[in-house]
């Protein structure tokens, strides 16, 4: 292509308001418009770009037996229904299926009753196609995705876009998301049975002014929380309770309590369950239509501080079991640095990640779709679902320095320093001929501007070849850069030349 034909509105200067090397340069290099409403608005090179990394995975993964589809994936029971169609005898599993959807690739899977493994497979499978794109991945480990879900995540800095929390064991290596499994969480105990105790605690609503009126650390105190869960008839009030030093997850709790949503009980709906506001709640004396949940960190504790469910009044010296009590005992805690890492019990790092891809186990109120296994008895199909982020590859992808081969929009940039000198544009034009016949994707950067803009345009656009049609055209000379090399060789030999540097990485791969 001709750069005087492409549409590449360059900025000289980074876009305001942006922190993420990734979108400045997709911006700046016109490859897009904007980043809005955590879509990316592309412009025709980053079209080209998306698209190569979503043929790239098509690509893999049709490798690995997965089919293209349309729009099953995407609709809520769309796998089902084909499951239904499809499945009769363990002959016909296992079947994997992929489907563009909106800068996303859609997976699912159907599997036989025993093929979980299925989905630590495809989760090895992306990881192996980012390390090829140079793009090292991690594996989170997340309870709302199910026990056999994870995340495919990139390491982040806290200047991305799209960060998230997690943690990550130095120790052993383990790393997974806020909402990852929590094995242990010890409850507060003193020696010796307390008497409980309502004392007058004025100005001490919060957990911190609480412990510093009274002298006690955080995990003394219990926090009770109230959220309102969707049950199918409307708003259902609970209760949760949790050691004063950690933080409730909304997603482990909705999890939890087999419901679609929670979200924090307003301050009318709590004045109508409880007939006051938050601050000095607590799980002693509560009504009876009140769900009560504990987080594994509350059972069995002893001698700790509660809210007295009266303005300024706490409770001293509360035991589990003698004061209080509840069936309904779960982990509901958010993962955080500094608590035990869930795999050698050692202590966790903050680690900040960047979603790229998901995969877990599909669940469904539909029954389990029946086939004849092995030994002629009846089974069900595993069905599994997820994604992969083609968006935020593309951002992660812009962070480098150049698009690997085959994802950035051109193989090579060929640039005449002046394209006055005929000399050079007529060997620089029958270059960009020959190359395009031999089947390498080329940018002729035709335009009549200064030769530092041009040099400017190449690394903004990432293209991994630069050829230089300049000064030694008369004598057939160009020069060829790629990564940190530069050759000079005679025009006629650079088709060969970029030939075989093509093919090697495409070994690589
Ligand atoms: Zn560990």
């Known amino acids: 292509m001709k750069m005087t034909s492409l549409l590449t509105p360059t900025l000289k200067k980074a876009p305001a308001g942006w922190q993420d090397p990734g979108v400045i340069r997709l911006i700046r290099s016109g490859y897009a418009l904007d980043f809005q409403n955590e879509e990316w608005n592309l412009l025709p090179l980053g079209s080209i770009l998306r698209e190569n990394v979503a043929w790239t995975f098509l690509h893999a993964l049709m490798e690995e037996n997965f089919q293209q589809l349309d729009s099953l994936l995407y609709k809520k029971d769309g796998l089902y229904a084909l499951a239904q169609r499809a499945v009769q005898s363990y002959r016909d599993l296992p079947l994997n299926f992929m489907e563009l959807r909106q800068g996303l690739l859609l997976l699912g899977g159907i599997e036989t009753a025993s093929g979980k493994e299925a989905q630590q497979e495809i989760v090895h499978t992306i990881d192996n196609?980012?390390?090829?794109?140079?793009?090292?991945?991690?594996?989170?480990?997340?309870?709302?995705?199910?026990?056999?879900?994870?995340?495919?995540?990139?390491?982040?800095?806290?200047?991305?876009?799209?960060?998230?929390?997690?943690?990550?064991?130095?120790?052993?290596?383990?790393?997974?998301?806020?909402?990852a499994r929590i094995e242990q969480s010890k409850p507060y105990r003193t020696e010796k049975e307390m008497v409980r105790q309502e004392i007058h605690t004025p100005n001490a609503s919060s957990i911190e002014e609480l412990c510093e009126f009274l002298h006690i650390p955080a995990e003394q105190t219990v926090k009770t929380m109230f959220y309102m869960a969707e049950v199918d008839d409307g708003?259902?009030?609970?209760?949760?309770?949790?050691?004063?030093?950690?933080?409730?997850?909304?997603?482990?709790?909705?999890?939890?309590?087999?419901?679609?949503?929670?979200?924090?009980?307003?301050?009318?709906?709590?004045?109508?369950?409880?007939?006051?506001?938050?601050?000095?709640?607590?799980?002693?004396?509560?009504?009876?239509?009140?769900?009560?949940?504990?987080?594994?960190?509350?059972?069995?504790?002893?001698?700790?501080?509660?809210?007295?469910?009266?303005?300024?009044?706490?409770?001293?010296?509360?035991?589990?079991?003698?004061?209080?009590?509840?069936?309904?005992?779960?982990?509901?805690?958010?993962?955080?640095?500094?608590?035990?890492?869930?795999?050698?019990?050692?202590?966790?790092?903050?680690?900040?990640?960047?979603?790229?891809?998901?995969?877990?186990?599909?669940?469904?109120?539909?029954?389990?779709?029946?086939?004849?296994?092995?030994?002629?008895q009846t089974e069900k199909c595993t069905l599994w679902k997820g994604w992969i982020d083609l968006n935020s590859i593309l951002t992660a992808l812009a962070r480098e320095k150049t698009y690997p081969f085959g994802l950035a929009p051109f193989d090579v940039d060929i640039i005449v320093p002046s394209v006055k000198d005929e000399v050079a544009m007529n060997l620089a034009t029958n270059l960009y001929l020959e190359m395009a016949q031999n089947g390498i994707v080329v940018l002729f950067d035709d335009r009549n501007e200064r030769a530092g803009a041009k040099f400017a345009d190449f690394e903004l656009f990432g293209i991994p070849v630069k050829v230089v049609v300049g000064r030694k055209a008369a004598e057939g000379i160009?020069?060829?850069?790629?990564?940190?090399?530069?050759?000079?060789?005679?025009?006629?030999?650079?088709?060969?030349?970029?030939?075989?540097?093509?093919?090697?990485?495409?070994?690589?791969?």
């Open 235 to 376: 708003w259902r009030p609970v209760a949760v309770l949790i050691r004063g030093d950690l933080h409730i997850s909304e997603e482990k709790l909705a999890l939890f309590l087999k419901v679609k949503k929670v979200r924090i009980a307003e301050e009318n709906e709590l004045m109508s369950v409880m007939g006051q506001k938050p601050g000095y709640l607590g799980p002693v004396g509560l009504p009876e239509r009140v769900c009560l949940v504990a987080d594994i960190s509350i059972e069995g504790c002893s001698g700790v501080v509660t809210g007295a469910n009266k303005p300024n009044y706490h409770l001293t010296g509360v035991t589990w079991g003698r004061d209080f009590k509840t069936k309904h005992i779960g982990d509901v805690a958010l993962l955080r640095e500094g608590m035990n890492c869930p795999r050698c019990g050692l202590e966790l790092q903050p680690f900040l990640w960047n979603k790229v891809a998901a995969v877990w186990s599909e669940k469904s109120d539909i029954e389990g779709i029946p086939y004849q296994d092995q030994q002629g």
């Open 129 to 179: 196609i980012l390390q090829n794109l140079n793009l090292p991945s991690i594996v989170m480990s997340d309870e709302t995705l199910g026990t056999d879900g994870s995340y495919v995540a990139l390491k982040a800095s806290d200047q991305y876009i799209a960060v998230e929390n997690g943690v990550a064991c130095s120790s052993c290596g383990w790393t997974g998301t806020e909402n």
């Open 478 to 509: 160009v020069e060829v850069h790629y990564g940190e090399d530069a050759k000079e060789m005679q025009a006629e030999d650079v088709v060969c030349f970029l030939s075989s540097l093509l093919n090697d990485d495409d070994e690589s791969l």
